[in-house]
């Protein structure tokens, strides 16, 4: 046995060689030391830097994609709002709403500018059928003037006379008149009919005169929107005005609405100088109130004497109200 190589035993310490070899295997990557093992060649700096460069490419990449979905998702989770003006009020609409609500109005701006220019042609075409109507009705005018002239002048035939000298032109006379005088009913007949028609006409077109002036009235009076208050309020005006004199017929045909706004303001005029007459003879009947000396009734009561004068001189609304105010 070598003394300069000595082996270990079961209970014996490492020698020098073998302790070198045991420590050499725990520096090599974990990779167990023998004399067959194959080590495996460290990285060059160089290709860890390639590698960390790529791999920070892909981090950012990957950042951004993400950055991209957040903004995706936030567009849908938040709409792009706007500020828009509804009756005298700003308020936050989303976009497509706005586009919606845009579409919407050119849509009724185009529908509302076709109805207007069939209801213009239309209007148009009946004021050309009425001018021929009329034109028609003072033809059948005419007519019907020479038709009764003309059966005039045979009535005026000595027709027995006629039949002994010319029994031929007398049967010629007579066939004339039949037609004359069933022309003459054709004419009257058509000449009512127009009539009727016309009448008719003029009556629709009254009927949204009123239409168009009820509208009037009730956009400057906004109470008359109740229907009980504007029919109340309408009684009192018609007693009001056969208090003044008008016939029940020339109340009938008032149909327009600023007629009936000066009639209101004259009526609740009346009224309130009744009321404020009344006021003034309750209270020159009251008894007077004798005030003491330093005593503050002094003042309201001088304040009042000369409302009430004021309002016996001038009589206006102004003066009325002073005195109402005075009493309160």
């Known amino acids: ?35 067959g093992d194959q080590v495996e060649p ?41 500020t828009v003006k509804i ?59 020479q038709l009764e002239t003309a059966l005039q002048q045979q009535q005026e035939i000595d027709w027995p006379a006629l039949i002994d000298s010319d029994p031929q032109e007398a049967m010629r006379q007579k066939h004339l008149l039949d037609q004359r005088q069933a022309t003459l009913q054709q004419v009257r007949a058509e000449r009512h009919a127009i009539g009727e028609q016309a009448a008719a006409e003029q009556h629709q077109q009254f009927v949204e005169h009123l239409k ?35 016939t029940a017929a020339e109340i009938e045909n008032v149909a327009d609405h600023r007629a009936i706004m000066n009639v209101r303001k004259a009526m609740l005029y009346d009224k309130l100088m009744s009321s404020a007459d009344a006021a003034a003879k309750k209270v020159a009947n009251t008894p007077t109130k004798v005030v003491r000396a330093g005593s503050g009734d002094s003042g309201s009561i001088d304040k009042r004497t000369v409302a009430f004068n004021h309002l016996a001189k001038s009589g206006s609304v102004k003066a009325a109200a002073s005195v109402l105010e005075s009493m309160l």
């Open 212 to 246: 168009s002036q009820r509208d009037e009235i009730i956009a400057k009076i906004p109470e008359w929107k109740d229907e009980g208050k504007r029919k109340a309020e309408t009684a009192e005006i018609r007693d009001y005005l056969v208090n003044n004199g008008y």
């Open 1 to 35: 046995m070598d003394m300069d190589t000595p082996t270990a035993g079961p209970n014996e310490g490492l020698s020098v060689n073998q302790a070198a070899e045991a420590f050499s295997s725990l520096l090599d990557d974990d990779q167990p030391a023998g004399a």
């Open 87 to 145: 009756d005298g009020k700003e308020i936050q609409v989303p976009r497509e709403e706005v586009i919606a609500g845009y579409q919407r109005q050119q849509d009724a701006t185009k529908k509302t500018m076709a109805a207007a220019e069939t209801r213009k042609a239309a209007e148009s075409e009946i004021t050309q059928a009425r001018a021929e109507r009329q034109q028609y009705a003072a033809n059948l005018d005419r007519f019907q003037v």
């Open 42 to 82: 460290k990285k060059e700096p160089a290709a860890d830097a390639a590698a960390n460069h790529d791999a920070s490419a892909n981090a950012d990449a990957a950042g951004e994609q993400q950055q991209g979905d957040d903004a995706t998702q936030g567009d849908q989770t938040q709409p792009e709002m706007f």
